[in-house]
Nanobody
Framework: QVQLVESGGGLVQAGGSLRLSCAVS????????LGWFRQTPGKERAFVAS????????VYADSVKGRFTMSRDAAKNTVYLQMNNLKSEDTAVYYC?????????????????????WGQGTQVTVSS
């Protein structure tokens, strides 16, 4: 089993910054990729960013490119989402997700159905 616990959400003014963390625990010895998604009421969950097992490959949604940065600390088994220049449209519940990638350490994934494990989410609210 795999557990994911997000933290770092909160209320911030437009133009401000937040850093989300996702602590990963459990049976994660195999290669895996991680992703961040977000969801607002009445809308489907949307892709934000993904990082490969090796950490050398990242991909971002167009809406956050240049403002958000995803990184991972293998020693701490934690991934981060640094969010800068936040906008009101970034308000959402942010979820961390993991999928195993036994054949590749450089793969990233952008579709939520490709991920097997999910955290409980952390609320980010950006006031304008």
């Amino acid at each position: 089993q795999v557990q994911l616990v997000e933290s770092g959400g909160g209320l911030v003014q437009a133009g401000g910054s937040l850093r989300l963390s996702c602590a990963v625990s459990g049976e994660t010895f195999s290669l895996h990729a991680l992703g961040w998604f977000r969801q607002t009421p009445g809308k489907e969950r949307a892709f934000v960013a993904s990082i490969s097992w090796s950490g050398d490959t990242t991909v971002y949604a167009d809406s956050v490119k240049g403002r958000f940065t995803m990184s991972r600390d293998a020693a701490k088994n934690t991934v981060y989402l640094q969010m800068n220049n936040l906008k009101s449209e970034d308000t959402a519940v942010y979820y961390c997700a993991l999928r195993f990638t036994p054949k590749s350490g450089s793969s990233v994934y952008t579709a939520d159905h490709e991920y097997r494990y999910w955290g409980q989410g952390t609320q980010v609210t950006v006031s304008s």
